[in-house]
């Protein structure tokens, strides 16, 4: 695992399969996913534990992370897969605590499932 | 990543919110390409200056961390929207001039020097060799890593940001000594600046941190700007080394079939409604080359050029911007082809150009078609 922003959070999981283009398809005062053909579509990140494949599109969307965090709809933290450098500094802009797993534990994570996420535990993911 | 006792307090937000978010950003960075420590570099050049690409949300952050940030090291602006001197001419929206204005005076607030600039090697004074730092416009970390021996790597708008207010970066790729395993052998005879544009795109696609090239001959400005652009927009490729490179290296060609690929990919239109040039923007030994090439000659339709704006006063100190105005050019500073607000498809159907960097966005973000044509052809094809 690595820890790409630090942080100690609890929260439901909402998980998808499909990478996540902050920038246009997420939206910034409600964090609804607007993208058709999103597994995730018209559903809100809000106050969730979003755990994604990674995030793709223009570094803007750093940006947008920011934007939907001031506006208090933004996830609790992320999980992704793979390491992106828009949703890495987007979190970090936003202080968004942010972790990178394998494929094993990504499988293991499914939407619904209540966790504690803290960074700077020795076994950072718990379920509860 | 290995912290000091500094960067750790900084983390921690010991030393303010700024400084706390800045070393968030490095540090998520630096965890998501392997970087074991941070280290100190000397200047940093910002993207995220164009009010058309950072929108309201960029604008809106800026002016927030404006109030307390300032820049630790040399920091040195990418081109925003306008050249304000004849902006009038272009038919901006007032909110987009404002917005713009506030990016600008939020730089400025920070201690960033306004230059406003995707040239920065070619119009300040380079530090010495094997100096780290942080460039976030793609063809600038390019020619600063293959030209000016250099070293940073290609960084984004935040790292650059948050390397500009703390004097440090990751320490990672292209930082560390660097072998690239991929060599592009050059088969085009007599290249031109489009020719070389093309090879840089081509780099870009199939390289990954750094490529060497092999078969180049000695290359004019023009042409070494041409392939860095082109290098930075196709991919995340950016170094190249002159050379057959390691005899272990997995050797690719670049002959007529690919050229003619990337051509089709860019080239969508037979001839351009105008002319840009500049993408990078041109640089003063350029304006002075094309001001000889239109001695007695002007163009049949508009032609933007673009620079920076110490060269376009240079320019006109020396006599250059009459002498193109005469010509029919429209010059303008702080600003450029790539990503420029002020060509919009409701005017333009097509844009004729030798920049592939200007190509590619032209097509991609302002939805124009293009027409490519080396700056000779251009000017023997639309001039009289």
Partial sequence: MKILVQGKIQGIILKSQHSINFLGTVDKKTGIISDKNHDLFDKSIKDSILVFPNGIGSSVGAYTIYSIKSNNAAPLAMICQKADLTVATGCALANIPLVVIDGEEFSSLQTGQKISLDTESSNPITFL | MELTKEEESALKGEQGEIMQMAYRILIATGEATDAEKLIPIEWAHLSGVNYNTIGDAGEEFLSGISKNARVKVK???????????????????????????????????????????????????????????????????????????????????????????????????????????????????????????????????????????SGVEEMDRRSCKALCG??????????????????????????????????????????????????????????????????????????MIFCPRTVKEQARKIGYTNELERAGCEILADCCTCLTPLISKENVDSVTTNSIKGAYYLKNSNGVDVNLKSLSQIIEDETR
């Fill in chain 2, 230 to 303: 082109g290098m930075g927009t196709s991919g995340t490729c950016a170094k190249f080394l002159f050379g057959d490179g390691d005899p272990g290296c997995e050797k690719v060609d670049f002959d007529k079939k690919e050229m003619s690929d990337i051509h089709d990919e860019l080239n969508t239109a037979e001839k351009g409604d105008l002319i840009t040039l500049g993408s990078p923007q041109l640089g003063l030994e350029e304006i002075s080359d094309l001001t000889s090439k239109l001695k007695g000659r002007s163009f049949k339709k508009r032609c």
């Fill in chain 2, 75 to 213: 920091t040195t602006l990418n081109p925003m929207g306008f050249d304000i001197d004849n902006v009038s001419n272009y038919g901006l929206d007032d909110n987009f001039i404002s917005k713009q204005l506030s990016i600008r005076k939020s730089y400025e607030t920070m201690g960033v020097t306004p230059s406003f600039s995707c040239i920065p090697y070619e119009i300040f004074d380079m530090p010495k060799e094997g100096t780290q730092v942080s460039f976030a416009e793609s063809n600038a970390a390019i020619h600063a890593n293959s030209f000016d021996n250099l070293k940073t790597n290609k960084e984004s708008a935040f790292s650059a940001l948050a390397s500009a207010i703390t004097g440090k970066s990751p320490y990672s790729s292209l930082r560390k000594e660097d072998s690239p395993n991929l060599t592009i052998r050059m088969k085009i005879d007599n290249p031109n600046e489009l020719t070389y544009g093309m090879l840089g795109f081509f780099a870009g696609k199939v390289g990954n941190n750094s490529v060497n090239i």
